[in-house]
């Protein structure tokens, strides 16, 4: 069976896509439809139902435009929202959590894990929870989970400072206490982060392996596309459309460099909060 129908995307504004360029990786032959609610951004920073509904607002949005699954390409959203997205949603939905985590297990070796989040993800305590039961299903009972908040990261992101002066002095303030701890393996769990990858990589030295959720994410999706029997068997090349909530030439010009060859373009401009949800 096949389905040429898109998958669709959501985040608060760029930082879905390091998860959307991993998925034209383990799934080039699909076509996506990427939402980046860039002026109700950061979600990181607002309340449980506000984040709840925006999530269902957008996920209306997705499925207007008829998509065979969601990718909630945002831990904030994903921690807070993805048992009401998975609720109402008609096609299957695909959260960021559990994928990062199971990484981080098999990526340990001393036991020591930092997760990195927005505050709100923290505060849900989701990957903490999603950490452990991983490990207690590998059999791992050595498990240390080192959890900090870093906030101004989403903004050092969105604003294309990835390997900058100001982010690296950011950088070291905040993993200072991970460092400290002996950690050997860093949770970038929130979307955003592995803009800064070179950063936090130099700040937290060779020993420590940092785990993108993104690429975790992409195989479960083309796991997933696998056993649901809904990959593309279209000929022609994929299509790739992207919407932003704010202005589609900052979106891109922030967004370009990151995905490479010039893309995106032809973002178009769309706000979900006309849509009606009830939370
Ligand atoms: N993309 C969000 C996340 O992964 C971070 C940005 C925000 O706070 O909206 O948590």
Same mark, same amino acid.
């Given at each position: ?134 490990? *207690? +299903?590998? $059999?791992? &009972? ?8 870093? /906030? %101004? ?5 969105? #604003? ?18 991970? *460092? +400290?701890? $002996?950690? &050997? ?8 982060? /592995? %803009? ?5 990589? #130099? ?77």
């Amino acid at each position: 069976m096949t389905d040429n129908r898109p998958i669709g995307l959501f985040d608060s504004g760029i930082g879905g896509l390091t998860v959307l360029r991993e998925i034209w990786k383990t799934a080039p032959d699909e076509s996506t439809i990427y939402f980046g609610d860039n002026s109700r951004a950061p979600y990181g920073t607002k309340s449980r139902s506000t984040v709840i509904r925006y999530s269902l607002q957008n996920l209306k949005f997705l499925e207007s435009k008829d998509v065979k699954m969601i990718v909630v390409a945002c831990n904030t959203a994903s921690a807070y929202a993805y048992e009401e997205l998975k609720a109402r949603a008609k096609v299957p939905v695909v959260e960021v959590v559990t994928p990062g985590a199971d990484d981080a297990c098999n990526a340990t070796k001393n036991g020591k894990i930092g997760i990195i989040a927005t505050k709100a993800t923290v505060s849900t305590g989701v990957y903490k929870d999603a950490v452990e039961r991983r490990a *207690k +299903e590998l $059999g791992m &009972d050595n498990i240390e989970i080192f959890q900090q908040a870093c /906030p %101004l990261f989403v903004s050092l992101a969105e #604003e294309g400072w990835w390997d900058s002066e100001v982010t690296r002095l950011t950088a070291e303030e905040y993993l200072k206490p991970l *460092k +400290e701890a $002996g950690i &050997d393996t860093l949770v970038m769990a929130c979307t955003h982060y /592995p %803009l800064l990858t070179k950063v936090i990589g #130099e700040v937290m030295g060779d020993g420590v392996t940092l785990v993108n959720t993104g690429v975790a994410t992409a195989k479960v999706v083309r796991g997933l596309l696998d056993k649901e029997g809904i990959c593309s068997g279209r000929n022609e090349e994929p299509v790739r459309e992207f919407y932003t909530s704010d202005e589609p030439e900052l979106f891109e010009q922030v967004a370009a460099p990151f995905l490479g060859e010039g893309l995106p373009s032809g973002t178009k401009h769309f706000t979900t909060d006309k849509y009606e949800v009830t939370v």
